[in-house]
């Protein structure tokens, strides 16, 4: 090894071995820390975390709570004189857009990134990696078929001691994932009363408020996301795997061969880690599914209803949200391995305030900036080595329309 990184082929099969006996969301993290690792970059586990390194680290300690913050940031927007505490974004060379906004605190800035699991639902398991620059670059292997190599090179074969196997093809195939930040700009209004009268409320009120929907409409891209200008969604990514209707299926059902076809596309390493997104319109088709049992039956999913949630189908979590697409079309029924999908989050909020948009009405319209990327690890899907069906890390149900 040589600054961390393999120079034989030998010391390459160690690193991929050594890879390859952790779980499949262990290995592509693992994979992942050990690039950044070796070009001095530094991981955190999700959005919700202080990050000294932070754009906005700089200006912690300046403003005695989150209310006075957002209090100053009114009065600005107000015509009311600019804090000098206050640092303008677009003097930052932060692509917020020509109106900038004002660099939130990094001790600020995780509190308003405390989002619940419930209403988020990617983010919290997939894999998160913060942006030091507006572009992010990581090494990949490109592995689309085991019918003869791993890795999209590396072969092995048995022979006798001093065969020659100078001729084989061993090399992995290398490429790269790219991510690039984009802005998601969300607003709030709040009354001009309501402000000047208690800092304390509007602080609770915009953390909430702004929690929820930030985390709402990352959850629609990193799902749904078409690429452009915005994270590529799971449903436009090059690896998903479309499961079709069953003959003669009907517009809007679900069928139990639907889950089973589902089940079986699902990459065996990742089982273990995938969870079932549906929308909640296929709820009572679900609920309804047997499995026949001799003379009698029983049922696809296991419903815990006495404790809640978690509900299960083949022991798989399953969660329901709106934000996966319509029944009948792809997208309402998904089986994904979430910690394949990468999130480069440049930790780098920033929030306006403007009078205008609402003046008669007497409110202010608070805006919040965030720049992040999104997109599955693997561009394709994979052939197994025995089989014809591809597998992968992301399916879904077709359209029965």
């Known amino acids: 090894m040589k600054d961390g990184m393999p120079q034989s082929q030998a010391e390459l099969e160690d690193v991929l071995n050594e890879h390859s006996k952790r779980t499949t969301g262990d290995a592509v993290k693992a994979a992942v820390s ?7 970059a530094k991981r955190l586990p999700d959005a919700a975390e202080y990050n000294p390194e932070a754009i906005g680290a700089s200006e912690d300690g300046k403003f005695k709570s989150r209310g006075e913050f957002f209090q100053k940031v009114w009065e600005a927007g107000n015509g009311r004189g600019l804090d000098s505490r206050l640092v303008e ?9 020509d109106a900038g906004g004002f660099l939130v605190p990094e001790e600020f800035r995780p509190d308003l990134m405390q989002i619940p699991v419930e ?3 990617i983010r919290p398991r997939a894999f998160t990696i913060p942006m030091a620059s507006s572009t992010l670059r990581i090494p990949a292997i490109r592995d689309t078929s085991h019918a003869s190599n791993l890795f999209g090179g ?3 074969s048995w022979g006798s001691e001093g065969e020659d196997i100078s001729s084989a093809t061993n090399q992995p195939a290398f490429g790269q994932v790219r991510l690039d930040a984009h802005k998601l700009t969300g607003y709030t209004v709040v009354s001009n009363e309501l402000v000047q009268d208690s800092a304390i409320a509007v602080d609770t009120m915009l953390s909430r408020l702004f929690g929820q929907a930030i985390s709402y409409f990352e959850d629609v891209a990193f799902i749904s996301g078409t690429g452009a200008g915005q994270p590529q969604g799971i449903l436009n990514s090059g690896c998903l795997v479309s499961v079709a209707k069953e003959t003669g299926q009907a517009a809007t059902t679900l069928v139990k061969e639907n889950l089973d076809k589902m089940y079986s596309r699902m990459m065996p390493s990742s089982i273990g880690n995938a969870v079932w997104l549906a929308h909640p319109d296929t709820f009572p ?4 599914l047997s499995q026949a049992v001799g003379t009698g039956g029983g049922p696809v999913w296991v419903s815990n209803m006495t404790g809640g949630p978690p509900n ?10 709106e934000k996966a697409q319509t029944l009948g079309t792809v997208g309402d029924l998904m089986f994904v391995d979430l910690s394949y999908y990468i999130i480069g989050d440049r930790q780098a909020l920033s929030t306006s305030a403007s009078p205008h948009v609402r003046f008669t009405t007497q409110e202010t319209v608070f805006l919040f900036s965030e720049r992040l990327d999104g997109r599955m690890w693997l561009d394709s899907a994979l052939t197994p080595r025995n089989g014809s069906n591809t597998v992968s890390p992301a399916v879904a149900l077709a359209s029965r329309a």
């Not at 088709?285 to 309804?288: D, G, M, R, T």
């Not at 299960?312 to 979590?317: Q, V």
């Open 34 to 40: 050990d690039v950044l690792s070796r070009t001095g």
């Open 89 to 97: 974004t677009r003097n930052l060379g932060e692509n917020m857009g």
């Open 119 to 121: 209403a988020s639902v």
């Open 154 to 156: 590396v072969s092995a």
């Open 285 to 288: 088709q679900l609920a309804a």
């Open 312 to 321: 299960s189908i083949y022991g798989r979590p399953i969660i329901f949200t």
